[in-house]
């Protein structure tokens, strides 16, 4: 690569691959810090076009669009896990761009993803590979029930069936497109967890703390973060896990570990992604240092300090379900007035035209002084929603 290793100091312009929210969250923050920011996205009304300086309207391995990206900007990240690693391997000829694209395939591939883990000695659900009928005629009874998960391009519980039998293990292969796909054992989850790390070029790594995660028909729902909302021994072995994982990949930039606490109060990681995630988006109101300044920092190379939660709290997403509560079946927009009338209350809204059942909108993020108040502003906010509560 033949990157320049000078950091990159405000005024420089800083380029992304996606234009979604997790994308303008990052252009926010390299603006707020004297960043000119650049977006690749085909969608002529991206989230993060519609904000940044640059809005390139291209398609990922649009040889001339990456061209203009790369004359435009001085370093690149994407916000996209399944953006080509193709495209960043070809802007990393020119340009630093983090994370590496060898880094990001490794996330991109579940079967790659649990080999990554399993070489790192993290541990991992017991699972099995299924890339051919041989594979699949091969796997074991002890993994059902379990979960058939197309080895690419899932997001959201996109691309996943439960299957109990061995008949709808073979039928859901079929039903998935006999493409490659990963058989997970179905375990007792007692929570889910997640854990933020940052690492800069020269190996520096620093974190976010431990996200307690509550995910409903595959999508994340809640995020509360504050001391002890997971046991410190807990706590403390995904930390080290989640820098296991980074360090392996000598990865650069932000990734976020998601992991499942078993009923027996084990650890199992599931899966990573290879920028920040909605799990960290608490960061932007409660921590000193957001996820997307972290992001900001590792690829401009500039130094890494530990973030500290400076306040408990809790993240509710607001996906578009929520605008479709009324009984004619017409649009109506949540109660912004009501919401933001609760004491500690950050909207974030991602500026997405249409709200459609299952797409993020925005989220809210609540803050307090005790762990106890963010949780009671948070069922306020739940049941002016129409929000079951947690
Ligand atoms: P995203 O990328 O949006 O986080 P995804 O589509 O990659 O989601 P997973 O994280 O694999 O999906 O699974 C989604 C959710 O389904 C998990 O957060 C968990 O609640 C549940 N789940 C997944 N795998 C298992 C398993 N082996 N046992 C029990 N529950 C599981
Ligand atoms: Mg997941």
Request: aromatic residues 4%; proline residues 6%; charged residues 15%.
């Amino acid at each position: 690569m033949s990157a320049t290793l000078k950091p990159l100091l405000p005024g420089s312009t800083l380029g992304v691959l996606g234009g979604g929210q997790l994308g303008r969250m990052w252009a926010h923050a390299a603006q707020r810090m004297g960043y000119n920011t650049a977006v690749l996205d085909p969608d002529a009304q991206s989230p993060a076009g519609l904000v940044s300086h640059h809005h390139i309207h291209a398609d990922y391995l649009d040889a001339a669009g990456l061209k203009q990206l790369a004359a435009v900007c001085q370093a690149v990240t994407t916000e996209f896990e399944n953006v080509p690693a193709d495209a960043l391997a070809q802007l990393s000829v020119t340009l630093p761009v983090s994370p590496a694209a060898s880094a990001v395939a490794v996330a991109q591939d579940r079967a790659r993803e649990k080999a990554h883990f399993v070489k790192c000695g993290v541990p991992v659900a017991p699972h099995a590979v299924i890339d051919t009928p041989e594979q699949l005629a091969a796997v074991n009874d002890h993994l059902l029930p379990g979960i058939l998960k197309t080895s690419r391009m899932g997001y959201d519980g996109k691309g996943q069936l439960r299957v109990s039998t061995r008949d709808a293990l073979n039928a859901g292969w079929a039903k998935l497109g006999n493409v490659p796909c990963v058989l997970e054992k179905m375990l007792p989850l007692a929570s889910e967890c997640s854990v933020i790390v940052a690492r800069g070029r020269d190996g520096t790594m620093v974190n976010l703390p431990v996200q307690r995660n509550l995910h409903r028909d595959g999508i994340l729902a809640v995020t509360e973060v504050f001391a002890g909302n997971v046991p410190d021994a807990l706590a403390n072995q995904a930390i080290s896990a989640a820098k296991a994982v980074a360090q392996e990949l000598n990865y650069v930039g932000v990734l976020c570990v998601e992991f499942f606490v078993l009923a027996d109060g084990s650890l199992v990681v599931n899966e990573i992604a290879p920028r920040p995630h909605n799990s960290g988006h608490y960061s932007q109101d409660a921590c000193d240092v957001s996820q997307f300044e972290l992001q900001v920092r590792t690829m401009a190379d500039l130094p890494l300090t530990q973030p500290r939660l400076h306040s408990p709290a809790i993240m509710l997403n607001l996906l578009g379900d929520l605008w479709f509560k009324n009984a004619n079946g017409l649009q109506v927009e949540p109660a912004w007035q009501k919401l933001l009338a609760l004491p500690g209350m950050h909207l974030h809204l991602y500026g997405k035209r249409e709200a459609r059942v299952g797409r993020k909108m925005g989220h809210l993020n609540i803050t307090a002084a005790t762990p106890e108040a963010a949780r009671a502003v948070a069922l306020q906010a739940a049941a002016i929603l129409g929000m079951a509560p947690f």
